[in-house]
Every structure is written in C-alpha cells, then in structure tokens.
C-alpha cells in the first residue's frame, strides 16, 4: 500500500534544470502566478498546483542550504549560501507569497474547492494574512540569520579528556564509566566549557527577544506568545492548556521521577545521587555499547525498522542510497538531531551526533520516525497539504521508539542488555516530562516579560528549575551551571515555543504504544494512516485517525503514567 520508492516530483511549471541562485532568475515565476488569470475550477487547480510547486523548489533549496551548514559550521562559504537566501531572496518572496494568498482568498471560484479537502490549508492561508506584516519582514530575515549562530557557537565548544580532544556529545559518554571520579570530573569540564561561552548566548538570546517582541506588537499582538501560539497553527488548545499540562507534570509525573531516580540511588550503592551518576551503571556493569560506527548505526536501524514493518526499513534503505544521512559526532558540526523534509525529492535527511551511546539509538529511531511521516505525506497533491502539525509530527517519532523496542535485539544480542535498553527508553519516557514543563513554563515568562534583565531572567528559570526539581538528586554546589542550563536548549534559540509538542506527543505515542501492545499490526495501519493524511485533517481528527484521543489533560496524563509504569515492572 505504502512504497519508500520515493521520486523527486517532475517539474511542469519551473524548468526541469531551474536552480535558485538570485531573486531576479526567480521573481519572474511569482510574477507569472500573480498575474495569471483563473477563469474557472480546472484553471485554479491548475494555478494552486504551479504554485505548490514553486513552494516545494524554493523550500528544498533553502533546506539544503541549512542542512550543509549545520553539517560543517566552520565553512564560512556554507554560512553566507544560507545568509544569502535568508537576506536577499526569502524578503524578497514574502510580499509575493502574501499577495498569492490574497488572490487565492479573494478568487470567485474559491467557493468551487471541496471545503474537507481544503479545509485545514485555507485555515492556514487565512491564519498567514492575518498575520503578515511589510514590517516585519527584514526583523525575520535578521532573526533566521541569528538563530543559526545558536550552532556555530555549542558546535565549537570542545573538551579534553584523558589527552584526547571530544565534542560535548562524545565526552557524554563518559558520563556512564563505573568510575564516579572520571564521571565527575568530566561533568564540570563539559558544564565548564559551556559557561566559557554564557556570556556570547545570553547576548543571541537578548537580541532574539528584542525582534521576535516587535514582531509581534507590529502584528498588534499583546506579546510574542501569543503571536507565535498563533503562527504555529496552535488551533486546538490554548496557553492555559499549556499551564494545566504543567501543574499535572509536577502531580502525576514527578513521584515517578523520583521513584527512578531513588532506584539508580539504590543500584549504584550510593549515599547520595549527583547530577554526574544519572547515566552511570552499578559496579561490575559495562554500559551499553548497541553499536561502534554510524555505518552499523544505521544497519542495525534499518534491520529493526525491517523486522517491525518492511516499508519503514524500505524508508531508511532510500535514504542510504540518496546519501541522505549525517550521523555521527565531529567538530565543527552543530549539536542535536533532526529529520528535514525535502519537498521536492521526497526523501528527507537525517542529521544527527551520534557517539556510540543507548541515547544515539534512541535519537535514531525517532528521527527515523519522523523519516517515514515524511515519506508517507510525500504524494499529497500540494506541498502545503503535507505541512502536518508538530504535536502528530513528534507522535510518529516518540511513537517509533515504542514501537521498534521488541525489535532492538538486533542492538542487543544478551537479553540483560536489551532488558536494561527498555528500561532505560522507559524512564526516559517519563523523566523528560518535567524538562518539558521547565522549557515550556520558561518561555512564556520570557516572552510575558521581555523587557527583563539578565538577573531577573535567571532567576526567573531557577525558579521554574526549583519548582519541577526531584527530591533525590544532590545539587549542591553546582547553582553557577544551573542558573544558565536552559542555554543548552537549542529550540529556545532557533524555534520558540516550540517544545510543549514533545509532552502532547509524548502522551499521544504512549497511546499508540499501548494500542500496539493488544495489537500490533492494527497500530501500525493506525499510525501510517494517520501519518499519510499530512496536514489535510485538524489536529483532533489526525489524532483519531491514529485511534487517539486528542487529549492533555492531568486526568489522562495520570491513566497514561501508570500504564508506563505497569509496562515499566515487566521489563
């Protein structure tokens, strides 16, 4: 039903060699739509179609232009591709784009368009008038550049251990060695090399603020919040959703955490828990190596996904063979992990840091997730029809990490260590909860309060850090690397607000988990059905399609927490 054999989408209105170099070799195809006249539904179809694909080669290009960058920061040449179109050619589309949206709106034959099919893409075009603004327009290309330095400057940041120079991802696995003095040890050179640079990251962020507040006064919004909820489409819940997600986090989830963590207490026959012993195994307990090389990395990855559902390790052999992957950790590439879609050709890329930790597999398979949600929305007729919400977005990645765990003895061949795997994707499930509510809760205050001072800004984030803290964890002595944690968030920096998806998702994948556990094949037509709608349903429907309720609140949280630790005692 479904096929990874994925074509780059043939080219009826651009020419087929056409290739984004400069404004002037592009307006002429904006001009073109604009001044087109749309006589009847066929001739509308036909100009929504042009324009689609016009959308998917300017979006493709700029992906492209990001992805290398953030694979070599240190290439200046890379960074001025991505500045180039972030100045000089997305200012000058932006006007065009919204006054192709208005011709759209404004066109006598839009009643014609079949309201299901169009529904959710004419709320978007609606939503995107609404809020364009000339103004803004040079405060976006400006922001777009400064989001990147976000990675230019952690990409650079190194540490030494034992003589040898490593990433910060890479030195985290030393975070697991039995030996407590190493580990700690290595904890403050990774905090240490941070706070080198808080002074650089508190300026990007200050300058972030600045634009992204008048972005939104000039739109006539009271704040950048409630811009931005209106930006990302957030159609179906509202910022005090967003507040009771965070006050079930700290009822139903945090006696979990600390139950996990007085369990690591225990194992490592501790008399306190330190920050450095979170990652760490009992004595006599080697860590969990699933792999050596990013090459069996995504072997193994592809025969899990193979074993689970041959179409999502069809997904991965594609991309392999496009050379749509970038996995492993080295200097001057920027930190974190992402799946970008590319509209045209159809396969994404996956950009990851991977260091031969169990966390690599998990940031694989979820990655590898997102992957086959790109795959499936792919064959939608218009490229703004696949643009699908975040919080099913992250559902088909969190749900893929469930999912492909019955399937990791491919990582794992002693069943002790694929035991200890589950277990550790478990408590991760539930202990990134309360970091979720901190990132979230923290962000509108910031943005309520975006005239604040440096000062006033941390001890602002200490106080939400204090109020979802656990009761076990010893962290004392270390206030200097926890009053500027939050600089370690690289949504915070590139994609604001954009962090309260992972909880709703998280909740939405424990809901495909347990459908998955009565019965498996029925889960995965589930998911892939969902997955292939792309954006053409509302968030609730996409979530029923899936056999999901859309649904955060602290009494489903609370059922939803103790199936996680039910699951949790079997392991």
């Known amino acids: ?24 070799a592009l307006e002429p195809y904006f001009k073109n739509l604009l001044e087109r006249d749309i006589t009847d539904k066929p001739s509308l179809e036909q100009w929504l179609k042009d324009q689609s694909e016009l ?4 979006s493709e290009d700029a992906c492209w232009r990001q992805i290398k960058m953030t694979c070599d920061t240190e290439n200046k040449s890379l960074e001025e591709a991505f500045n180039y179109f972030c100045m000089q050619i997305q200012p000058q589309i932006q006007p065009l784009a919204d006054a192709l949206n208005k011709k759209l709106m404004n066109s006598p034959l839009l009643s014609e368009l079949e309201k299901e099919k169009y529904h959710t893409y ?37 540490v ?14 030393f975070l697991e060695n039995p030996d407590r003095k190493l580990r700690e040890e290595v904890y403050h050179k990774i905090q240490d090399r941070r706070l080198q640079d808080t002074a650089k990251l508190d300026e990007l962020y200050n300058k972030l603020i600045v634009l992204r507040d008048k972005e939104a006064k000039n739109a006539s919004f009271e704040n950048y919040r409630d811009y931005r909820f209106k930006e990302l489409g957030r159609f179906d819940y509202t910022k005090e959703d967003c507040y009771n997600f965070h006050a079930a986090v700290k009822q139903h989830v945090l006696p979990l955490v600390n139950e996990i963590y007085k369990k690591k207490k225990q194992q490592l026959g501790l008399d306190e828990l330190r920050p450095w012993d979170l990652e760490a195994q009992p004595e006599g307990q080697q860590p969990l190596r699933p792999f050596k090389t990013s090459e069996e990395l995504l072997q193994k990855s592809i025969d899990c996904f193979n074993q689970l559902r041959p179409f999502f390790g069809q997904c991965l052999q594609k991309m392999k063979a496009l050379q749509h992957l970038d996995l492993e950790s080295r200097k001057g590439k920027a930190p974190g992990g992402y799946n970008c879609p590319l509209a045209e050709s159809g396969a994404p890329f996956i950009f990851m840091n991977a260091a031969g930790q169990m966390h690599d597999v998990t940031t694989m398979v ?41 399937h990791w003895k491919v990582f794992f061949d002693n069943p002790a260590d694929l035991a200890r795997a589950k277990e550790h994707q478990l408590e991760r499930v539930i202990s990134i909860f309360p970091w979720i509510a901190i990132i979230d809760k ?22 939400v850090l204090n109020e979802f803290k656990d009761d076990v964890i010893n962290y004392e002595g270390l206030d200097k690397y926890r009053s500027n944690a939050w600089q370690r968030q690289l949504h915070l920096f590139e994609v604001p607000f954009y962090y309260i998806e992972y909880g709703i998702a998280q909740l939405g994948a424990i809901g495909m988990w347990k459908q998955y556990k009565a019965d498996p094949q029925q889960a995965l037509d589930n998911y892939c059905n969902a997955l292939s709608l792309g954006g ?11 056999g999901l309720e859309f649904d955060f609140s602290p009494e489903k949280i609370k059922g939803l927490m103790e199936f996680v630790k039910s699951e949790m005692s079997k392991v």
Do not use: C
């Open 160 to 173: 030494t251990v034992n003589g040898e120079e490593y990433t910060l991802q890479q030195a985290a696995k």
């Open 442 to 463: 923290f962000q509108h205050w910031v943005y309520e309060h975006p005239l604040h001072t440096h000062e006033e800004r941390t001890s602002a984030w200490i106080n």
């Open 122 to 158: 004419l709320r978007s075009i609606r939503k995107s008038i609404e809020l364009f603004r000339e103004e803004n327009i040079p405060l976006q290309a400006e922001a777009a550049v400064l989001q990147q330095q976000f990675g230019q400057i952690t990409g650079a940041m190194m």
């Open 366 to 406: 979820h990655e590898g997730g997102h992957a086959v949600h790109s795959f499936l929305a792919h064959p939608l007729a218009l490229n703004g029809f696949k643009e699908y919400p975040m919080e099913i977005a992250e559902v088909a990645s969190m749900a893929m990490e469930l999912f492909s765990m019955d």
């Open 55 to 58: 959308e998917a080669a300017v």
């Open 1 to 24: 039903m479904y096929t990874a054999d994925i074509q780059k989408q043939p080219r009826t209105f651009l020419p087929e060699n056409f290739q984004i170099t400069n404004w002037p």
């Open 536 to 546: 053409t349903k509302t968030l609730p429907e996409l979530y029923k399609t899936a």
